[in-house]
Each structure stands twice: as structure tokens, then as C-alpha cells.
């Protein structure tokens, strides 16, 4: 099946540090990825629709600046979560559709999630 | 505002036998509803897809019942075995939310051996 390898795993940083987090679809293109964020126990929250070759579409109440996306190309989208505090630590996941598949209501294909500590 | 509703509480069942999860939504009409697995630490996986024009779908031993009058889905794992064992999250999409997934807080399942 569809792959999608996001990376790193786990990261650890200093506050006020900015971390990349990338997301690739190893065996489609997707011009559309989507960034959730999930605390303990808690449903997957998406933060953003990350659109190849424009610019991202923010969820209400997160802030743009704060985590920076970009899709520069069919396979590739990045998060950048800049200036981290200990209160951004979470599980950052990605997903994607297969651009070729047929209609929008088809399965979504998840990375392995990154677990962001700040200290 | 919408919301979705999975049963907080974790649900520990005897090996073989038949396990049953609930997803219920208010405020909001889903083209369609998704099931997925998700492990410790790991990225959710689709399990199935159901339409809101379709009853019940299946797939080895899962089923999927869509009710679009009580806005509710059940997802049934039969024979399950201890490798069942994972949260699984229901997800609704479609008309207004377009391509964007909404998702459930999830069900844990303990399957015991």
C-alpha cells in the first residue's frame, strides 16, 4: 500500500529553538498533506492544509507564523515549528491522499508521527 | 457546533469473541465515515470506508454499519485476537469540511487472551 515516511520520530529541543518536521509520500503524489496535532487520549486536531505550490490553509486558532508549512513539491510538505516552547510539545502527525486516486472521500494515508518534546 | 463521540472508556474483551465500537456525531451530514487503527506512538491506518448512501460494509473480519437517521456507526471486530488490541478512531469528511478529516477522541480495546 501508499506510503507516507515522516521524519524524525522523536526530536528533542532547547525552548525558543525551531524544529523541521518533514512528511513524504514515498509512492504517490499528493498535491494536498494535512498536519494534525494529538495530545495523550485526546482526537487527532488539525492545525492545517498544506496546499503544493501555494500557500497553506491554518485551522482557526493556529497560528501561522508559529508553525511554518511548506509544499514545495508533489511528495515533500515540511513543518516548521519555530521558536518552541514547552507548551508546543505534542505528537505531530501528517497524512495525504493519492492525488490520482478517484474522488475526495478516499482513504487517508498517515506518517509515523513525531514526537515533539521542548525543554 | 459538530461533534463527535466515541466511548471514552476502554472496552477489555475475551479472545474470540465479537467486539463492538460506537462512533456518533451531532450537527453534521458526512458524505462519508471512516474507521481507522491507531497504535502507541504511531500514525493512525485505514481500516474502511463507508458512504452515507451505504448501509454496511465489510472486510474480512471487520464490519461497518453507517446509520445516517440515529447519526451513528458501528464497528465490529469479530474473532478478535490479542493483536486487536490498538485505539481505533472514527473519522467523518465530506460537504462542508471537503477533503479535511474530522476525527473522534477514539476507543481503546483490550483484547485478552
Known amino acids: 500500500g501508499a506510503v507516507v515516511s515522516q521524519h524524525p520520530s522523536r526530536v528533542i529541543c532547547k525552548s525558543g529553538t525551531s524544529v523541521k518536521i518533514e512528511c513524504r509520500s514515498l509512492?504517490?503524489?499528493?498535491?494536498?498533506m494535512f498536519w494534525y496535532r494529538q495530545f495523550p487520549k485526546k482526537s487527532l486536531m488539525l492545525m492545517a492544509t498544506?496546499?503544493?505550490?501555494?500557500?497553506?490553509?491554518?485551522e482557526q486558532g493556529v497560528e501561522k507564523d508559529k508553525f511554518l508549512i511548506n509544499h514545495a513539491s508533489l511528495t515533500l510538505s515540511t513543518l516548521t515549528v519555530t521558536s518552541a516552547h514547552p507548551e508546543d510539545s505534542s505528537f505531530y502527525i501528517c497524512?495525504?491522499?493519492?492525488?490520482?486516486?478517484?474522488?475526495?472521500?478516499?482513504?487517508?494515508?498517515f506518517g509515523q508521527g513525531t514526537r515533539l518534546t521542548v525543554v | 457546533s459538530q461533534k463527535i463521540e466515541q466511548n471514552s472508556e476502554a472496552l477489555n474483551i475475551q479472545e474470540g469473541k465479537t467486539a463492538t465500537l460506537t462512533c456518533n456525531y451531532t450537527?453534521?451530514?458526512?458524505?462519508?465515515l471512516q474507521w481507522y487503527r491507531q497504535d502507541p506512538g504511531r500514525g493512525p491506518v485505514f481500516l474502511l470506508l463507508?458512504?452515507?448512501?451505504?448501509k454496511e460494509k465489510r472486510k474480512e473480519r471487520l464490519k461497518v454499519t453507517f446509520d445516517t437517521t440515529l447519526k451513528q456507526s458501528l464497528f465490529h471486530i469479530t474473532a478478535s485476537q490479542p493483536a486487536d488490541s490498538a485505539t481505533y478512531l472514527c473519522?467523518?469528511?465530506?460537504?462542508?469540511?471537503?477533503?479535511?478529516?474530522?476525527f473522534g477522541a477514539g476507543t481503546i480495546l483490550r483484547v485478552k487472551s
Open positions: 497524512s495525504a491522499r493519492d492525488s490520482a486516486a478517484r474522488g475526495v472521500n478516499t482513504e487517508a494515508f
Open positions: 509512492d504517490f503524489q499528493a498535491t494536498t
Open positions: 498544506s496546499n503544493e505550490g501555494s500557500k497553506a490553509t491554518y
Open positions: 450537527n453534521y451530514s458526512p458524505a462519508y
Open positions: 463507508i458512504r452515507e448512501n451505504e
Open positions: 473519522a467523518l469528511g465530506g460537504r462542508e469540511y471537503g477533503n479535511k478529516l474530522v
